[in-house]
């Protein structure tokens, strides 16, 4: 095991400026001069020896920090649902059309070309779409023009490209006489797509995990860094939805320890589970309660309400409770859907990483929990009683006719934050979601004169999550 604790060696006085290093390595995909503002990737790389080896030694991860970039490569044990991390600019999830056009775009990229028209961009990457079936290329399709567009407006909100002349709405608005001149950073395209194996070796998505084609069982250093991997990358972890060995580490006063000296916030455990508590909004993409908009609020009252159906006797007793699922039970059906889409021509059978095998039978699986299942029809009718109870224009004009949709983006928000788990026919509630039953269901405030709505909380509940 590691002799070395997390930040040894960083002075008590620098450790608040070394714990901001490591909380904006961690929550950014790519750190450069302007990204995710100024000044952050100075102070990333005043920190970059001691975060190498401590990213290192806790996680695997590796840290690729340059005069001009930083970037943590992560090492995934499992795929969840949240790992989206591509958006347009208007925030909407990049679809699979844009991640393929984006690697195809990158593909393009040659060293020896230091800038590169969107003419002969496109009429290089043209060809190459239309080899693949279902893709292809239109330039007189929208869809097509539209999807080029957010992946090069990605690129260039990342500084792998630099627009320096034209514009990119002029081509989209007429491809025959509107273009764009760009300059590639190459060493940024480099490390934009670093996937752990070479995807040409892949028979299934599970070859890009850590751990994928060993054999025998893991050795105690490796449980213990997919256990610190699994705090600092979700939400919460529930104990019964990981093997028994890795919430044993879980539970070590150890690796909290560590944790919480590495990023500064507090290490909760309780008998249900174990999370990093961010107070103050620090670690987060998705701050819950607080001001996120007509979503997270409609998330915190559905949670309120929630709690009133479970603390009402009468109304409990109808309630129905099921065992939890197991995360192993989630990331194979998620390993089916994705390897569905895999494509089986060309792949390179030598050294090929396949799926794990399955688990032999009688091996120990963690014990089951029962948690609540609240059906769509309750759900359905919760959100109605909040519209009828606050005003349908308090949730903003986008969802003020379109209760089922805010229904929906609510419950993806809950789901991301480990809050609740889709079930068919509705939700299991997760342990963690007792934290917010004292939401208070109030009339929408407007906070900080930024047209934000709130939510009451309890004084004792914190403000935080992390996904």
């Known amino acids: 095991m590691r002799a070395r604790g997390a930040a040894a060696g960083v002075l008590p006085s620098e450790l608040g400026s070394y714990q901001q290093a490591v909380r904006l390595a961690l929550t950014n995909d790519l750190i450069t001069a302007s990204r995710p503002r100024p000044g952050a990737l100075e102070q990333v790389l005043h920190w970059a020896d001691q975060l190498t080896r401590d990213l290192r030694e806790l996680f695997g991860y590796t840290v690729i920090a340059t005069t001009t970039q930083v970037r943590v490569v992560r090492r995934l044990d499992a795929f ?6 591509l ?17 195809l775009v990158l593909a393009l990229f040659q060293r020896s070309r230091v800038e590169i028209s969107l003419a002969d961009l496109v009429r290089a990457f043209a060809p190459a779409a239309n080899t693949i079936e279902g893709l292809g290329f239109d ?45 590639i950073d190459h060493d940024i395209c480099a490390i934009l797509f670093k996937p752990a194996r070479p995807v040409q070796h ?21 449980t213990a860094r997919r256990a610190r991997r699994l705090l600092v990358e979700h939400p919460v972890v529930y104990f019964a939805q990981v093997e028994p060995e890795v919430a044993d580490f879980l539970r070590e006063p150890g690796l909290a320890a560590d944790l919480a000296r590495l990023t ?7 008998a249900e589970g174990v ?28 949670l309120a309400k929630i709690a009133d159906l479970l603390e009402d006797p009468g109304e409990r007793s109808s309630v129905k409770f099921l065992d939890l699922p197991s995360d192993a039970d989630d990331q194979s059906d998620l390993l089916a859907r994705i390897d569905s889409a ?17 688990a032999e039978p009688g091996a120990v699986t963690p014990p089951s929990a029962e948690v609540a299942l609240v059906e769509r029809a309750r759900l359905t009718a919760m959100v109605g009683e909040l519209y009828e109870e606050l005003g349908a224009a308090s949730f903003s004009i986008v969802w003020q006719h379109d209760p089922e949709g805010l229904l929906d983006a609510a419950v993806t ?23 917010y039953r004292n939401i208070a269901l109030a009339l929408p405030d407007r906070r900080h004169n930024q047209g934000q709505l709130g939510l009451h909380l309890s004084p004792s509940l914190p403000e935080e999550s992390r996904s």
């Open 139 to 183: 330039p007189t399709v929208g869809a097509h023009k539209a999807a080029v567009v957010d992946c090069l407006d990605w690129l260039v909100e990342r500084g792998a490209l630099r627009l320096s002349d034209g514009s990119l709405d002029a081509w989209a608005h007429d491809t025959e006489r509107g273009d764009a001149l760009f300059d």
């Open 87 to 103: 958006f347009a600019k208007k925030g909407k999830p990049f679809d699979r059309r844009r991640l393929a056009y984006l690697c």
């Open 275 to 302: 999370m990093l508590a961010d107070a103050g909004g620090r670690f987060t993409d998705k701050p819950f309660p607080g001001r996120g908009g007509a979503v997270n609020r409609a998330a915190g009252l559905l």
């Open 342 to 358: 895999l494509p089986r021509a060309g792949v390179v059978r030598e050294l090929a990483w396949a799926p794990p095998p399955a």
């Open 264 to 270: 500064g916030l507090a290490v909760e455990c309780r």
């Open 202 to 222: 892949l028979t299934s998505a599970a070859g890009l995990l850590e751990g994928s084609g060993g054999h025998g069982p893991a050795r105690p250093e490796d």
């Open 80 to 85: 969840d649902e949240t790992q989206r991390l």
């Open 413 to 435: 928000l809950l789901t991301e934050l480990r809050l609740v788990r889709r079930h068919p026919g509705g939700v299991l509630l997760l342990p963690a979601f007792a934290r």
